[in-house]
């Protein structure tokens, strides 16, 4: 148990759909994290929030709205998806943006159809 | 950019036996961190070993250790008297200045 916890675990949504995938960290920590993993690629890091205030932004289509109300919830919200977004999308955290060893939560398995 | 590189897809290993996985990265910063996680198949990333750049001392973690060249850029890890629990995909990530790049992975097989 790392103490980052993410809803819902799977996600199938179609094209035209709006969802929301939700992170929640019990560990204390003032920055978190989205990244997209995909099937042999690189983990993709698309977020970063750092004390509430969104940090980096690695040129993600608008379609991933990302939203941090506190430092401990942090929620991606989706829609008009493509295909081509299905992937297992984690949540981390960290003591703060710069230095310190990320935590990570078990991820949701996301498929747009 | 900073980039990291880990040149074996797969590895595999015999139970009690030693692995060493590679990583090399690149960069341009005098400070840094680096990291290798696990993601077992249940996907839940952990990390097992943090090296920061200013230390010449390589890190260990009971069975994990690391060889940090800092000159040649490597961060190589070694998993000694492996175990099935060790099965699992490796990754090597490099942070720096909020940056935070990771390698593409290696999946490590052990066989009994």
């Known amino acids: 148990e790392t103490g980052v916890t993410q809803t819902p675990r799977h996600l199938v949504m179609g094209m035209t759909n709006k969802k929301s995938l939700k992170c929640e960290q019990h560990l204390g920590h003032n920055a978190m994290y989205w990244y997209k993993q995909s099937a042999k690629k690189p983990l993709e890091l698309m977020f970063v929030y750092n004390f509430k205030e969104q940090t980096e932004n690695n040129s993600v289509p608008s379609r991933f709205s990302p939203e941090c109300p506190n430092s401990s919830h942090l929620f991606l919200h989706l829609h008009t998806l493509q295909p081509e977004d299905s992937a297992l999308y984690l949540c981390a955290s960290s003591q703060d943006a710069h230095t310190y060893e990320q935590y990570f939560g078990p991820g949701t398995r996301l498929t747009v159809t | ?112």
């Open chain 2, 1 to 112: 950019a900073q980039t990291v590189t880990q040149s074996q897809p797969e590895m595999s290993v015999q139970e009690a036996e030693t692995v060493t996985l590679s990583c090399t990265y690149d960069t341009s910063e005098s400070d840094y961190y680096l990291f290798w996680y696990k993601q077992p198949p249940s996907r839940q990333m952990i990390l097992v070993i943090r090296q920061e750049a200013y230390k010449q001392q390589n890190a260990t973690e009971n069975r994990f250790s690391v060889n940090f060249q800092k000159a040649a850029k490597s961060f190589s890890l070694k998993i000694s008297d492996s175990q099935l629990g060790d099965a699992a995909m490796y990754f090597c990530a490099y942070r720096s200045r909020g940056y935070m790049r990771f390698g593409a992975g290696t999946r490590l097989t052990v066989k009994p």
